[in-house]
């Protein structure tokens, strides 16, 4: 049997390189940080990771995830409603709820896993989800997992969103869900419009801010807090593989009953293995350390603001925005990915995005800043971009 898949999948495989589409992996040979090692032996200032606050090697957390190991052990070999629910686990779930405002919170293996599982449970046929267009894979997953009303409005377009809340005023409950933090563009969603509408037509509010939660707003608390409405979302789903620390696991945080229906009937939860500890102190750690000091969100956003006037300056087109992801189109799809290439050639690391992860014609670089870089690292990276960007005749 297999022999006819082999042919089919190798087709497709070399149809994929031809497309331009393959992904290789790049292999680094050291700790991730602003500079990284590569298997060429060569160093790279690294500006793609979602290493926001530089936690992903602090010593601090690398610490507080082997100090707990020593106390809590590797792994429990368990679901959490069998014999994998640590006192550990508790108090990270609650140091979360407080960090973020909410009433409670349960734990993921992953933010994918906590999109997966959080709408099945909690909204049948009757009801309906409301979704930007632009929402992240693991959102759309989630909803294709259960059997709501399915509605879409294009990115961040409130009259769309006005009117998918109107036509579907016969659900029962309705759910309006968006990312806090859009990954290609760098945008943030538009939280007051969105909270307004849905107060005004009686849905529920949900937001993903994986790429928000640690370094936006003023502590860190995410797009709820850069908004000034923390306590005002319903659902908060987010990543501990991203800021806070980069390792994995993520949660489902707002209201109370809400999180215990999940604890009974979200699939993910109930079928999957509970966090590790090492996961569970890392984070608690970068939780610790998020609340005593602002200095490394200060940090990010000072990078990420220096790098956006100086490349301005130098004449890049860059995608608008407040956050630590800077867009820098280059609109041709070949081009950017040669602007990439070259790029590693002075030693900076970052990836040209192409269809069909970004529109056509919209290729770009997207430049990711960290509290870990240098002030100085940025400024180089600056100046490769505007060495390439001559040779390649760009600017
Ligand atoms: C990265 C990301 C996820 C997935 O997070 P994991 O914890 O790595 O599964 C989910 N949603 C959004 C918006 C993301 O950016």
Redesign the pocket.
């Known amino acids: 049997m297999y022999g006819k898949m082999k042919d089919d999948l190798r087709n497709t495989l070399k149809e994929l390189k031809k497309q331009g589409l393959y992904k290789t992996e790049r292999i680094i040979t050291s700790a991730q940080g602003a500079e990284i090692t590569l298997q060429t032996g060569e160093t790279a200032l690294n500006f793609c990771a979602n290493n926001y606050l530089g936690l992903a090697s602090h010593p601090e957390i690398v610490k507080a995830s082997q100090d707990i190991m020593n106390d809590w052990g590797f792994g429990l070999s368990s679901v959490r409603f069998i014999c994998g629910t640590q006192q550990i686990h508790k108090e990270l779930e609650k140091k979360v709820s407080e960090f973020l405002g909410t009433e409670d919170t349960i734990l993921y293996c ?3 896993d906590a ?1 997966g599982g959080v709408f099945e449970p909690l909204l049948g046929e009757d009801s309906a989800i409301i979704s930007d267009e632009l929402n ?1 894979a ?1 959102i759309i997953d989630g909803v294709r997992l259960c059997k709501a009303q399915r509605f879409r409005y294009r990115h961040s377009n409130m009259e769309e969103l006005e009117k998918c809340l109107q036509d579907s005023q016969s659900a029962k409950y309705r759910i309006v869900v968006t ?1 806090g933090v859009f ?1 290609m563009d760098g945008d943030i969603c538009k939280l007051p419009e969105i909270v307004e509408l849905c107060e005004k037509y009686d849905a529920l509010v949900m937001v ?1 801010d ?2 928000a939660t640690g370094y936006i707003g003023d502590s860190g608390r995410g797009t709820a807090e850069h908004f000034g409405l923390m306590g005002r979302i319903d659902i908060i789903t987010t ?1 501990f ?2 800021a806070m620390g980069g390792g ?1 696991g ?1 949660c489902t945080s707002g209201r109370a009953e809400i999180i215990e229906m999940l604890r009974q009937r979200s699939r993910p939860y109930l079928f999957s293995n509970t966090l590790a500890p090492a996961t569970v102190g890392a984070t608690m750690k970068a939780i610790e350390m998020l609340s005593a000091s602002s200095d490394l969100q200060h940090k990010v956003m000072q990078n990420a603001n220096r790098f956006r006037s100086q490349m301005e300056a130098a004449g890049f087109d860059l995608v608008k925005g407040d956050t630590a992801i800077v867009p820098v189109m280059i609109y041709d799809e070949p081009m950017a990915i040669r602007f990439a290439d070259e790029l590693l050639k002075e030693g900076v690391y970052v990836i040209g995005f192409v269809f069909p992860v970004v529109p056509r014609g919209k290729a770009r670089i997207r430049v990711q800043l960290s509290a870990a870089h240098t002030f100085e690292q940025v400024d180089k990276t600056v100046e490769a971009f505007i060495k390439v960007g001559k040779n390649l005749e760009l600017i």
């Open positions: 992953a933010a994918f999109n992240h693991s990312d990954s993903d994986s790429h990543t593989g991203k994995n993520g």
